[in-house]
């Protein structure tokens, strides 16, 4: 069975180029499983408009080289920076 997705509308979609744009760069940001975090609060810092999208996810497999313990401090990183306005210079 396969689920049909229809194709978000353009202004429903978050691309980050508006945010590099206005200065920030990936090189800027964090190159680990954060990073989508980081877009979400550059993302949030900036106003753009976010929608969630649907795909799907197949696993084969793949054994995961994710330490929770480490994303955890991670993420808790992301929230210190932002709250100390590091995403809101970039």
């Not at 990073?35 to 197949?58: C, N, Q, S």
């Not at 497999?61 to 306005?85: A, C, I, Q, T």
Request: hydrophobic content about 40%; charged content about 25%; proline content about 8%.
């Amino acid at each position: 069975m396969v689920d049909r997705v229809s194709p978000p509308r353009p202004e429903n979609v978050f691309v980050p180029a508006p945010a590099y744009n206005a200065g920030a760069t990936v090189e800027k940001l964090s190159n680990s499983f954060d990073f989508d975090l980081e877009m979400l609060v550059l993302a949030r810092v900036k106003g753009l408009r976010i929608a969630e999208v649907a795909i799907p996810t197949i696993y084969a497999g793949e054994k995961s080289h994710l330490s929770p313990v480490r994303y955890g401090f991670d993420v808790l990183s992301v929230v210190r920076d932002y709250r100390r306005g590091k995403y809101h210079s970039m």
